[in-house]
């Protein structure tokens, strides 16, 4: 089976040219266990291609972290609210649960909207709200908050990430506006996400691929959801996570034991085979480092991530630092992950066969896929310009340049 998974959220009016998603609920009737965080309905926001009759797909999962303990889910909830329901309880969208019902449409921005230059106008777009809490990955986890007003177990925060992923792609292998469906012969998916949504994408990648039939091509692409170090025995890096317990990580940490029970998670299946057989704890697999370096993915993949994300900088332990010789302020951080990115990358390169494309520039921002800043990165290859749209299309069509790393960072 040729795969290609892409995952990038998009909102646009049924039958419309406009970068613009109509909204669509996902119905709990049909889906009892896609559930957002506060019971209510999840929500995808679609736009058709240029020409009506096409079957290529962008699905983007949109990112916004994540809670998994009492405290952090109370704390959730009181900033963002958005992120764990949609105000929709399947029948109208006034405000039932947590949050504000979401907009009928939804602009598109960055590779959804119609002006990158080269853009996917050709490609069906939708883009998938996040109000799970959990990565995409929950399968009926949840913790218990006093007060939260979830809409069929009040005071209980729900994680169902995995199944309103599944409902989504089985909502889709419907025809739309009397154009085929992802299931239909010849479609081509791409899968993306940035940050939380990068997360979903990666961990249900393959699971997307092998809902769908053989023939189809099916592609990812992962936005800032690179946190390093995790990886058991990756020697190749100069600065990882590692730095906050003082040797490379070959057991799961305690927050990924801590999302582990909570979660209930649906995790990548060959991955936790290959954990059980190396004696490693199968909840590894919730580290994305471990899955990318362990070449557990078998459909490709493309990677941006800047080597001064603010948002990853953020949590290198500053005590670790110290430990390996860099200073401890905002810039060290931001040269110690610009290190271990350039380490990761290739290292990962090598192990996989499924990784095939990357955009790393020096820059500090945390997402770019679905933002207006999709088009503003510029790496200079071999006396060229490159800026992300064209990597990805040359990714996507299988020509040019499409592997692009600033080595000018420092």
């Not at 995409?136 to 925060?157: A, E, K, Y």
């Not at 899968?191 to 189809?216: K, V, Y």
């Not at 995790?230 to 996570?241: A, E, K, Q, R, V």
């Not at 471990?290 to 993915?297: E, I, P, S, W």
């Amino acid at each position: 089976m040729s795969r290609l998974l892409f995952l990038v959220l998009s909102t646009c009016p049924l039958g419309a040219l406009a970068a613009e998603g109509q909204r669509l609920v996902v119905d709990p009737s049909e889906y009892p266990e896609a559930r957002c965080s506060d019971g209510s309905a999840p929500v995808i926001y679609y736009a058709q291609a240029s020409d009506p009759f096409s079957n290529q797909w962008l699905i983007f999962l949109e990112g916004g972290g994540h809670c998994y303990t009492a405290e952090d889910c109370q704390a959730r909830w009181e900033i963002k609210p958005g992120n764990m329901g949609t105000g929709c309880d399947g029948t109208t969208c006034e405000g039932q649960g947590v949050a504000e019902a979401v907009a009928r449409t939804r602009a598109f921005q960055g590779l959804l909207d119609d002006s990158p230059d080269p853009s996917f106008i050709d490609f069906n777009r939708v883009f998938v709200e996040y109000c799970s809490s959990d990565n995409w990955i929950g399968s009926g986890g949840s913790v218990g908050v006093p007060g939260f007003p979830n809409l069929t177990n009040p005071g209980v925060v729900e994680f169902n990430g995995h199944h309103i992923f599944m409902a989504v792609v089985d909502m889709l292998h419907r025809p739309f506006e009397g154009g085929p469906g992802i299931g239909d012969p010849g479609a081509e998916v791409l899968l993306g996400g940035g940050s939380a949504g990068s997360t979903g994408a990666q961990r249900n990648l393959d699971r997307l691929a092998d809902a769908l039939p053989e023939a189809a091509v099916v592609r990812g692409i992962f936005d800032a959801a690179f946190h390093g170090g995790d990886y058991p025995d990756l020697d190749t890096m100069t600065c990882s996570s590692r730095l906050a317990v003082g040797e490379v990580r070959t057991r799961p940490s305690r927050t990924m034991l801590d999302k582990w029970a909570v979660y209930a998670p649906e995790l990548d299946q060959s991955c936790m085979a290959g954990a059980a057989a190396a004696g490693h704890d199968p909840a590894l697999c919730l580290s994305i480092d471990y899955v990318l370096h362990g070449d557990y993915l078998d459909t490709p993949y493309f990677v941006y991530q800047s080597q001064k994300d603010w948002k990853a900088a953020d949590g290198i332990s500053a005590v670790g630092l110290q430990a390996i010789g860099y200073g401890t302020d905002d810039d060290e951080r931001q040269r110690c992950l610009s290190d271990q990115v350039r380490a990761f990358i290739p290292a990962a390169a090598a192990a996989s066969t499924a990784l095939q494309g990357w955009y790393i520039p020096c820059s500090d921002w945390h997402t770019v896929v679905h933002r207006e800043r999709f088009s503003d990165d510029v790496i200079t290859s071999s006396g060229s310009d490159y800026t992300l749209p064209h990597a990805l299309y040359n990714w996507v069509r299988g020509e040019g340049v499409r592997q692009l790393l600033d080595d000018g960072c420092r």
